[in-house]
């Protein structure tokens, strides 16, 4: 008989949370030849990678894996014998969802006066209980409160601020399973960027090296993010551009070495994720004035001149003009010198006109852009063409036969004049003739004529043309002749060897000028008479060497190129005989210590040189003269000695052969005696000698100490080398002790003189060391 088909499970009711693993035994008892697990929907149930079924002859397992919300309901084990006799076990399977939070974000950001919500994604089954925390306080739906809990859960806060920024805690609880779970999120508030500018326009001048800070001052949460544009573009880094952010939300833009097209606007804008804010600032460039356009211009004498200037700048520059000859102004609207100068401006752009252009119109003009801002002066030249011109009036040449002149023809012309010369209607070629040449220069043409008879003198005719035009100039070639006499000759400043001449010009040169005047003199009654040559053409001529009280006749006649003229009308005169000498003049001078200087001028010697100057001298208070004699030669005396503090009286006489001058007076007076001190010693001197003074001292008195320490005591620097060079000559000789007497060591030193410089002179010490080291000193021989 077959035993009964029986079926049971291991488990009969199971809890089971999503996500869990669990697995069920099913087991029968009899002959089941099948076993077959059924879902809570009453499929069979067929092995899968999430329920896994292991079955064996009278035993199955069921596998759940991870399980969910629908795995839940009841779960049917069925077994079937031989004969289709079934019998089935079940099990309850309930699952439930634990406190699970899904991708709950934080920080949470939220832009500062909207409305936030703060999210906090709960589950679990049943549904659970939440609550919001801040700052550990449970937050409370109250009236007017601009915090509410939603359905979802999620907290909202209205117009929220800067304020409400922190940590809020979401709790969750099933109070059926006593499970409880919080997360913490953290709410941050973003500010959106407050910008705000201390200067919103600037000035600045171009090409001065100039630089220009423009600053922002930016506030919100997060910090923001300062951006500078200008046209559209972001401004970069650079030479040009430097970015500084300072604390208190400070940022600046320095705008280096500032240009013309630096002006304009920039922008500053502030950025964060609550948004961003913009401000326009303004540079102003202003533009020294520049002349950009000034060019040399070239007018015709009697047309007209028109000069432009272009200038630019910001501000546009006032221009005017210079005309750099006499200094005289035009500016715009300016009519001037009987309205030959006009000047029109307009946009940076100024025209002078001049009419009836002359030469003196020639030269410099300076045109001067002047904003306030600066100024900027360029200078043009004006140059002027004209008609050839003759600059000289000299046309009658005077030569003689076989004697060369030159006929210049000196021309101002612009642009230079073609010259020729012409003579009677025939051209002069510039190759010349046997006795006439051709010499061109710039702005003249040299004729040299070298008359050979009298057709070579006459008519010369200079031409002088260029592309304004043709002039001409007419020279005559004369004959010269000697000067005339010279006339009125007078004798003055007579004296005993002296004479002075003078006389009148001749009245005609001969066509030459005079090269110099020949006077000539002699003794009355002699026939030999002697010349002297005038300096130049001077018409003072002075006769030395002559004899005293002698009569002499005098005669004068002008020397030009063509030879000597005739001579004037003789005059005679006598030198004086000869007397005393004229009184010297005295001037005084201080000298050295108790010395006077007195300087001696010679005067009129009356004839005779000079042979001594006798000077007497005594105190205002003695009635004795003393008497010093000096050569005729000298021009000064030397009075010494002399006493302090006293006023001196001087008679001076000049002596020659003939006799005495009259006496000269003089008085002077001679100061108190110095006070000589330390101070008026070295108060005269230079640092470095006062310094070197006091050195020489020192080596003075330490080169005594050494020679009193040698004498004394025996030791010292002389001590030490003389004991060196004894030794050194008894070593050498074999002597020892036994050296001869009298044999000695000399040691010479070198005095100081009073300035502390060495003097090498024969006075000096010497010291002779003995065998016996006996030491002797005497001075040398030369000694005084």
């Known amino acids: 008989m077959a035993a009964t088909l029986q079926v049971s499970i291991s488990l009969n009711k199971v809890e089971l949370s999503v996500g869990e693993s669990k697995f069920f035994i099913c087991t029968a008892i009899g002959e089941p030849v099948r076993l077959e697990w059924f879902n809570p929907q009453g499929e069979r149930i067929a092995s899968s990678k999430r329920m896994a079924l292991h079955t064996e002859s009278s035993r199955s397992r069921l596998i759940i894996y991870n399980a969910i919300i629908e795995d839940a309901g009841i779960y049917r084990c069925q077994a079937t014998d031989a004969n289709g006799h079934t019998e089935e076990a079940s099990v309850v399977l309930e699952i439930y969802q634990r406190l699970t939070f899904r991708d709950v974000q934080s920080p949470q950001e939220f832009r500062h006066g909207e409305t936030a919500e703060v999210v906090c994604d709960v589950i679990s089954s049943p549904v659970p209980l939440v609550v919001w925390y801040y700052q550990d306080r449970e937050i409370m739906e109250e009236r007017h409160s601009r915090f509410l809990v939603l359905a979802n859960n999620n907290l909202q806060i209205q117009q929220v601020t800067k304020a409400d920024e922190g940590v809020y805690r979401c709790e969750a609880s099933v109070e059926a399973r006593g499970e409880i779970d919080f997360v913490d999120i953290a709410v941050v508030v973003n500010v959106p960027p407050v910008l705000s500018v201390f200067q919103q326009s600037f000035n600045a001048t171009a090409d001065y090296q100039e630089s220009v800070t423009f600053t922002c001052i930016t506030s919100g949460s997060p910090d923001p993010e300062v951006t500078w544009h200008r046209k559209g573009q972001k401004l970069e880094p650079s030479e040009k551009y430097m970015f500084n952010r300072m604390e208190g939300g400070r940022s600046m833009l320095t705008i280096r070495n500032i240009r013309q097209n630096d002006g304009g606007s920039y922008t500053c804008k502030a950025s964060n994720k609550a948004g961003s804010q913009e401000r326009e600032l303004f540079l102003k460039v202003f533009v020294p004035p520049h002349i950009t356009q000034l060019k040399n211009v070239t007018a015709v004498e009697g047309g007209a001149a028109m000069i432009s200037c272009v200038a630019d700048g910001e501000p546009l520059p006032d221009i005017s003009w210079k005309r750099a000859s006499d200094g005289q102004t035009f500016v715009d609207g300016d009519k001037s ?29 300076d045109c001067e852009a002047l904003s306030r801002i600066g100024g900027h002066q360029k200078s043009m030249f004006l140059d002027i ?4 011109k003759f600059l000289t009036n000299h046309t009658i040449f005077y030569s003689w036969e076989g004697n060369p002149v030159n006929i210049s023809c000196d021309v101002m012309s612009n642009p230079p004049a073609t010259m020729l010369w012409r003579r009677e209607r025939f051209t002069i070629s510039a190759e010349g003739t046997a006795n006439i040449r051709v010499h061109a220069a710039e702005g003249k043409s040299v004729l040299e004529v070298t008359p050979m008879s009298d057709r070579d003198f006459g008519r010369y005719n200079c031409t002088a043309r260029n592309n304004i035009g043709m002039r001409y100039q007419e020279f005559i070639l004369a004959q010269a002749d000697v000067p005339s006499n010279p006339y009125s000759v007078r004798l ?17 040169h001969g066509g030459v000028p005079i090269s110099y005047y020949l006077v000539q003199y002699k003794e009355f009654g002699l026939q030999d008479w002697r010349d002297v040559k005038s300096h130049n053409i001077q018409t003072t001529v ?15 006649a002008a020397v030009n190129g063509k030879g000597q003229g005739e001579f004037s009308h003789t005059e005679a005169f006598q030198t004086l005989p000869i007397r005393e000498p004229s009184p010297p003049a005295v001037h005084g001078q201080r000298g050295m210590g108790k010395a006077y200087r007195l300087g001696l001028v010679k005067q009129d010697d009356g004839g005779m040189p000079i042979v001594e100057y006798i000077v007497k ?17 000298n021009d000064f005396a030397i009075l010494q000695p002399l006493q302090w503090n006293t006023r001196y009286e001087v008679e001076i006489t000049a002596r020659n052969v003939k006799g005495l001058s009259e006496p000269t007076f003089y008085q002077f007076f001679m100061p108190q005696e110095p006070d000589i001190t330390a101070e008026s010693l070295f108060s005269g001197l230079g640092l470095g ?22 004498f004394l005591r025996h030791c010292g620097l002389l001590m030490c080398i003389t004991r060196t060079l004894c030794s050194k000559k008894t ?4 002597k020892g002790k036994d050296m001869e007497e009298g044999k000695a060591a000399y040691l010479k030193l070198p005095l100081k003189e009073e300035n502390g410089k060495e003097s090498l002179k024969p006075d000096t010490i010497e010291i002779k060391v003995h065998n016996d080291n006996s030491i002797l000193t005497k001075p040398d021989d030369s000694r005084a």
């Open 542 to 556: 002075v006769l030395m060497g002559l004899e005293p009280n002698t009569t002499y006749e005098v005669r004068v």
């Open 689 to 710: 000698t006062v310094v070197g003074l006091g050195l020489g001292a020192l080596l003075l008195l330490l080169v005594v100490v050494d020679v009193s320490c040698f």
């Open 337 to 365: 010198h009987g309205g030959r100068f006009e000047v029109r401006g307009r946009h940076g752009k100024s025209v002078l006109t001049i009419s009836g252009v002359r030469l003196s119109d020639l030269g410099r003009f």
């Open 492 to 508: 003055s400043a007579v004296s005993q060897r002296l004479a002075t001449v003078t006389f009148m010009k001749p009245d005609s």
């Open 385 to 388: 063409e004209h008609i050839p």
């Open 731 to 734: 070593a050498t000789s074999g």
């Open 617 to 633: 001298y005594k105190t205002d208070k003695e009635e004795q003269w003393m008497t010093k004699l000096v050569p005729g030669a």
